[in-house]
């Protein structure tokens, strides 16, 4: 996490509050942080939960990883450092987002235990809903449509989460998906519960 360097600036409160924009959008705001393995289901899971929600009038917004190293951490490789950096960036997103009453899935292997840990902390409890998309690294190379591991198991892609970098799992997850044993309707489905129990959406 990188140290506070502005100086001489203030908080501006804003006129309209997040719970006005909670009151106009029909739901509470969260943030649900998908992690897991490169092939583990995170984005294709996220963009159908998306999808259902949309349905429903709610307003989300999905912060893909991939997408994001285009321009918000374009200026980030993938060393431990820069990995802490690029979830520090995304956590500090959310949480303006959750600000502005949406709902957040985003979609990030965010390997590491204290990255996510930092992430939960930016926010009040209860508005960061972890899901743990868990799944065998066979299946997962075995999904792996970019051929990232094959490419990394062939050494030319060094520090791969998973091969020759480490992936921490979740210590206590709102949720643990088994995307290798759920289909994707059971595993929304799922998910959609976990946001009704918590009082997110009706």
Known sequence: M???KSTNIVWHKANISRSDRETQHGHKSAILWF???????KSTLAHAVESELYKSGASTFVLDGDN???GLCSDLGFSDKDRAENIRRIGELA?????AGIIVLTAFISPFQNDRSAARKLVPHGDFLEVYCKCPIEVCESRDTKGLYKRARA???V???????????????ELT???HLLTLEES????LRLLKNRGVIH
Request: charged content about 20%; aromatic content about 4%; proline content about 5%.
């Open 177 to 179: 998906i088994e995307t």
């Open 68 to 70: 994001v190293r285009h």
């Open 155 to 157: 050494g030319e892609i």
């Open 2 to 4: 990188t140290n506070q």
């Open 188 to 191: 929304v489905n799922t998910i």
């Open 95 to 99: 949480k303006l987002m959750t600000e």
């Open 159 to 173: 520090s791969f989460t998973g091969i020759d970098s480490s992936y921490e799992e979740p210590v206590k997850p």
């Open 35 to 41: 992690t897991g393995l490169s092939g583990a289901g």
